[in-house]
């Protein structure tokens, strides 16, 4: 196999692609339309967008901190029951909110990222679809942040405002280099987008700075991200740059990770603080995980060593990012090796069907393996964008189905699920059930953590994430090595492709995931080019065929799950593929315990679920078997047109439980009917029921 | 039925019934043997035992603190995966707790009432078992608080030496009136016991000072128990003394609770607190319940307002036990109503099948209806005991079997599970379900609310409420309404009655639980006695024989579930009392979604469980059909002998589930044995999974 991966695998970028119609058309209208505005407003109103320009000043009422707190995250965790514990707010508790309309507010320590990944977002939009506002908006902040830049390069809102004099002394629980990663991604967007470049060279300043100061060499800090993303941003920072010295930094941070001494301990001793008690809220303690201390920053154990995914799950998402980046451009085998280990324990262990990770509200984070709760699930919906991304990078290192699966799997389910049908309002975490019990009684101390999508985020970072990954989705679909091109996604999409030196027009045509019917037209620059194209053959597929012209080909599924056409293209020709996409029940694995005794159903990369809406309350009394005939129908009117599942289902008879809560089993079961949507339409109608697992008899 | 009702029904006091043999015998031994001593040296090794001398001064180095948080209440809230979160703990971090040995220890609001519980228990020991030892160890405690007391009768340990000059500024959080509420039982059951009427004159001395200051009068506060308990040992207390102003000091608690404006919120106004932030950690905020302000104590409305059971479950119980106590003294119908309102509220919407109460642990309160989670319940034994108890005197307003079948149901599953086999370890918390998830990686961070039991419990309100509680088992036996004496409980047990100015011997004899055959022999004094004998029929039963002499009669089982027996009674009759005992399935209400599609195993008043030392693990595979042949075994060997069933069930091959976490559903399942042991013997062995709901095809 090896020798197959000496030239590189690459991506092919976002910027060749674009989205032309079907399913993410309609998502990138409504991002831009209106996903994109409303962050923009939001964060302008909340003083994001002005934070870097240095109008705050300290209030000496200390009125400022209160709106800090307001405006801050809402440490919590979920209770049984799904209350959640806000500890912050109950600081709060009584005491008024009155202050200073013309108070500054104090920027955060992660404002900064805020703000970079809606211009990062903003910027991949801007290509396809010019907008001189939004980038006249994004002009305004590059000056605000060229003013705001040191003499020495090194630009951070919070602490040159909130913390002078303390850059680098809180490196593990402040979100500095996290804040320079996402301006690093969104500067390279920018750049790739407009070619504009002063924001690119503001950040390469910026970058040198750090790696000035932080390194393996003597009289440097021996630091690494409390945060993952740096090391993520400097490796596109070398792709657009090549300044190996940014791929450098980037591999210097993943093999310093986890040494010891620690260096949070380190840091800790130097900078006087406890390092068991962190200066925020929550999550920062040493020995606050069974794996080791600093289990919650991936900072327990040198990455190589890390065989059990543990802690906050965008970190380790991030994190297993980079590790593969830098893995495909080295060819570091170890590293390599660490990446598919830490694959197999997410994705066999402790994923959601949804494509969900982090089950754990409580730090944001991975539970135990097979520990998958649906109701208390987290699922932070920027975990699940890391899933995704942290699948792509894995296809530069080998090619397999199951990297291209999970990336759908989170794609159509855990990731699109974070935003409802009308752009505006928001999942942070993505349950798999939801009962009323959840919030009839407590809808008023609701939090971001809480089933009802929220229009409000303080701490902003999954609406924006959501916005960037849907205006860079064309750069997930394929990869390329030498002449083979991979198609990994089916997205109804056009742009060109290099062989052979030659520039290859290819334009997908596709109702997917609606239908499984995907249509491929080549065209060559000359008459024709030859290349090999792989198809990825979804495993939930119960059927393909292919045609080229209309000829129906033979075809074989290799062992990594792909099609090879291995053919030379004419222009004008069309390839067919046919994906067998009927509905099926799914079981867990028995160590799921909550979901043993349950099915949930899928049609194509959905998931689907039952929601009240249409299925009535009580829904866990919903029974499946094995023989139940699963049908689809698109539906033009729900939701704005989607497939849903219609079936035949048994419940429970209940009219005779009345003043009983046990009884001597027996109870009679009656036929119902129930319509299945997908799981990422859930809660956006009225406020009910939803269950992804159901009962199975 | 009304006019039933005129004379008083009484219960038959724990006085005049000893146990005699079998179940109850052997758990009296050990609790007298093992655990009355354990406890009692627990708490000496803790100071509680020495704490009202006066021996505590505060340390100027601050370390009594340190020592008072390690001994104290770790306040937590259970996450989902069972992990605990101890605030308190978390503070501690980091700290060593390098304390003088020669400090004593600061004294905790609650310590009085965990010493007038051990007290309560070894008094009722007394009774039937002599113990000059012990005996001379209460004395001393009593002669201790002799010199506590003030000369106005005032006696709290705590107030007098770590608040001094605080008394009732923080009747709302401090355990003050529950303090005095147990020692007030401790005191009567000491007086009862032994006849020694020191320290029950003490506490009268102190309950005068209460009525003279709080009370409905101008000039006195109008305050009631921040934690109830002191209403129905005032009950108790005017039972011995036929004080009335003892009833109506209970009755005014009762009355005046909820009324608004708030007490407490007048408490906080007069002292400078913010009702809104304990001083305390945690369950004391103003507006943390939906239910309303102070619901947490069941302040948020006045008690006959109360319709749904809410707030912290200990109390509640033990405010309910009173409002039946005044109600079948004052015969107040619309107290009785609210009593049975509640009743049906917690019974039919909020309680285990286990009997237990107070599904969340954080705020160890109730939740919403049908929200009973099984791995996360915390059904502290306490509540199970305060159902017990309120049962009881449910059946002094009205006999009915519901009250008789919770009463048992609560016995003979989550109150006796709270102590192990060996008498030394204890639950808190008593869970449905144990999965290895929730102790293998996190057993170090263990607290009283993990599911393994304990033998430290630096907050001891449990371990001595088991041990009263099992001493005075027989007063829950029966009640007697002029010359119909109800049996409610079948306990091998011998004692006397009076019915119509007779002494009547009574024994019952049975090794009921294990087998539901119970005889009973009639002694009058002279040669016979009529009365009717009533006997509870339990629901479970799924037969019921009656004979006289050998002889059977028929019998016809009232509506109120009882079979009553009018005739007279001749010396040396024996009746038999044949019920019939087979296992059978239950399920619960659908409406308690974690129950759908599982089932459960009862036999006689015991809900059986699988445990991991019997059926291996994955325990949540194990599946049950309709035509599951359950049979029920006595080993004599296992647990110290008890009853077991055995049956075919079906689990899931799974050994080709390697390297999937979903696949199609379609598992083939394979037959398996197993074997159910009574729930409340439960974590007698190994650590290990255990389930009550099994799943269900």
Redesign the interface.
């Known amino acids: 196999m090896e020798d197959m991966w000496k030239k590189r695998t690459e991506r092919i970028s976002w910027r060749d692609f674009r989205i032309m119609e079907g399913f993410w058309k309609k998502r990138q209208e409504r991002n831009r339309q209106v996903t994109l505005p409303t962050i923009y407003e939001f964060f302008q109103d909340t003083g994001r967008m002005d934070s870097m320009k240095g109008l705050y000043k300290p209030d000496p009422t200390g009125k400022d901190i209160l709106r800090d707190r307001a405006n801050g995250k809402e440490e919590g965790?979920?209770?049984?029951?799904g209350?959640i514990?806000s500890f912050q707010l109950?600081e709060l508790?009584?005491e008024e909110l009155e202050m200073d309309p013309n108070l500054v507010p104090r920027p955060h320590p992660y404002w900064d990222s805020d703000v970079a990944k809606w211009i990062e977002g903003a910027s991949y939009a801007l290509l396809h679809e010019p907008n001189p506002e939004v980038e006249k908006q994004i002009d305004k902040i590059v000056e605000a942040y060229e003013k705001l830049q040191g003499e020495d390069g090194y630009v951070n809102t919070y602490f040159t405002f909130v913390e002078p004099g303390k850059r680098f002394t809180n490196i593990h629980e402040k979100h500095e280099l996290y804040c320079a990663g996402h301006m690093t991604e969104a500067a390279v967007a920018y750049y790739e987008s407009t070619g504009k470049d002063r924001y690119l060279k503001l950040m390469c300043r910026y970058i040198d700075y750090i790696d000035r100061v932080i390194g393996p060499e003597e009289g440097k800090l021996h630091a690494y991200p409390g945060h993952q993303e740096l090391e993520l941003a400097l490796v596109k920072l070398y792709e657009v740059t090549k300044e190996p010295r940014y791929l450098r930094l980037a591999e210097y941070f993943i093999n310093e990770r986890g040494k010891q001494p620690y260096y949070f301990d380190i840091e800790c001793a130097r900078e006087g603080r406890?390092?068991?008690?962190p200066t925020g809220k929550g999550f920062g303690?040493r020995?606050g995980m069974?794996q080791g201390p600093f289990a919650h920053f991936q900072a327990h154990l040198p990455v190589r060593e890390q065989k059990d995914a543990a802690g906050h799950a965008v970190r380790l998402m991030y994190q297993c990012c980079a590790m593969a980046d830098v893995a495909a451009r080295t060819g570091d085998e170890s590293l390599k090796k660490a990446c598919r280990d830490l694959w197999?324990n997410v994705?066999?262990?402790k994923?959601y069907?949804t494509g969900g990770v982090g089950?754990?509200?409580?730090g944001e984070r991975f539970?135990?393996?097979?520990?998958l709760?649906n109701e208390?699930a987290y699922n932070e919906t920027c975990a699940a964008i890391g899933l995704a991304m942290w699948a792509a990078r894995m296809l530069q290192l080998e090619n397999h189905r199951k990297y291209g699966d999970v990336l759908e799997r989170a794609l159509y389910n855990g990731i699109i699920s974070g935003v409802s049908q009308d752009g505006k309002n928001f999942f942070y975490a993505n349950h798999l059930e939801c009962?009323p019990?959840v919030y009839?009684?407590?809808v008023?101390?609701q939090t971001r953590m809480f089933p009802v999508r929220q229009g409000d985020f303080p701490v902003s970072c999954c609406p924006p994430n959501l916005a960037r990954f849907t205006e860079s989705i064309t750069g997930y679909a394929m990869t390329q090595r030498e002449d083979t091109l991979f198609l990994h996604l089916y997205l109804d999409m056009e742009g060109k492709i290099s062989v052979r030196g030659q520039q290859v027009g290819l334009r997908v045509q596709t109702l997917y995931p609606d239908e499984g019917n995907v249509f491929l037209r080549v065209t060559p620059e000359e008459k024709e080019v030859r290349f090999t194209l792989a198809l990825r053959i979804p495993q939930w597929c119960q059927g393909v065929k292919i045609t080229i012209c209309g000829e129906k080909i033979s075809t074989q599924v290799a062992e990594d799950g792909y099609v090879y056409l291995d053919r030379s293209w004419k222009q004008g020709e069309e390839l067919g593929l046919f994906l067998e996409m009927r509905p099926?029940?799914?079981?867990?694995?028995?160590?799921?315990?909550m979901d043993?005794?349950?099915?949930s159903i899928q049609c194509g990369p959905f998931i689907y679920c039952l929601e009240e809406a249409d299925n009535g309350t009580?829904l866990?009394?919903i029974?499946l078997d094995?023989d139940t005939r699963l049908e689809r129908l698109y539906d033009p009117e729900l939701l704005g047109g989607t497939s849903c599942i219609v079936a035949k289902a048994k419940r429970?008879v209940?009219e005779d439980?009345q003043?009983?809560?046990?009884?001597?089993?027996?109870?009679r079961y009656q036929d119902c009917d129930i319509r299945a949507i997908p799981y990422y339409l859930w809660s956006n109608r009225r406020i009910g029921e939803m269950v992804v697992w159901i009962?199975?008899?």
Chains 1, 2 share one sequence.
């Open positions: 965790v979920f209770l049984p029951g209350e514990i109950s508790n009584g406890n390092p068991n008690q303690l020995d069974p197999d994705t066999l262990e994923m069907i089950a754990e509200a409580h539970s135990f393996s097979y520990q709760p208390q009962m019990a009839e009684d407590r008023e101390r099926f029940l799914l079981e867990a694995n028995p160590r799921v315990r043993c005794g349950k099915v009580e866990f009394d029974c094995a429970r209940r439980w003043g009983c809560l046990y009884r001597q089993a027996g109870s009962r199975y008899r």
